[in-house]
């Protein structure tokens, strides 16, 4: 499985409690876009209804071909996502608890040539809790620093 575009953002704004992989229902323009990296998940967020899930806000660029052909599909437009029944109760009940939302971690290009999406149910966090994780962070270069010059 190989990654091509990853939420950077939602790991520095939220806490992520739980992950999925969905499969993602895409039109081919978009296919091509997304293996070109040509998307953006920071907006993106997953709205969950009884009995279906759909990706929103995910911004897919337009696909312009070799011939100068340009696709007319809406680039923030609704997909929907491909969980199973289970998942989807699951995933229902723990948008229910306060505080908790579905947001896409990473595009994923897996085995099967098929293009999935990591969702991760997760828990905004608040400013200190951003500060302590770029503290640990800074402190694990540092140390990964010394280690390396010895």
């Given at each position: 499985?190989?990654?091509l575009?990853?939420n950077?953002?939602?790991?520095?704004?939220y806490e992520?409690?739980?992950?999925?992989i969905a499969?993602?229902?895409?039109?081919?323009p978009?296919?091509?876009s997304?293996?070109k990296?040509?998307?953006?998940?920071?907006?993106?967020?997953?709205?969950v209804?009884e009995?279906?899930?759909?990706?929103?806000?995910?911004?897919?660029?337009?696909w312009t071909?070799?011939?100068?052909?340009?696709?007319d599909i809406?680039?923030?437009?609704?997909?929907?996502?491909?969980?199973?029944?289970?998942?989807?109760?699951?995933l229902h009940k723990?948008?229910q608890?306060?505080g908790?939302?579905?947001?896409?971690l990473?595009?994923?290009?897996?085995?099967t040539?098929?293009?999935?999406?990591?969702?991760?149910?997760?828990?905004?966090k608040?400013?200190?809790?951003?500060?302590?994780?770029l503290?640990?962070?800074?402190?694990?270069?540092?140390?990964?620093?010394?280690?390396?010059i010895r």
């Amino acid at each position: 499985m190989k990654v091509l575009i990853k939420n950077k953002k939602a790991f520095h704004n939220y806490e992520v409690i739980d992950k999925y992989i969905a499969g993602i229902s895409l039109l081919g323009p978009e296919v091509k876009s997304i293996i070109k990296g040509m998307c953006s998940l920071a907006e993106g967020f997953v709205s969950v209804r009884e009995k279906e899930a759909f990706l929103r806000q995910v911004h897919i660029s337009k696909w312009t071909g070799t011939h100068g052909f340009e696709s007319d599909i809406n680039e923030t437009r609704e997909r929907k996502l491909l969980l199973t029944k289970a998942e989807l109760r699951k995933l229902h009940k723990q948008v229910q608890e306060k505080g908790l939302t579905v947001i896409p971690l990473a595009l994923i290009y897996s085995d099967t040539k098929k293009i999935k999406l990591e969702i991760g149910v997760c828990r905004g966090k608040k400013n200190y809790d951003k500060r302590e994780d770029l503290k640990k962070k800074q402190m694990k270069l540092e140390a990964d620093r010394k280690v390396k010059i010895r």
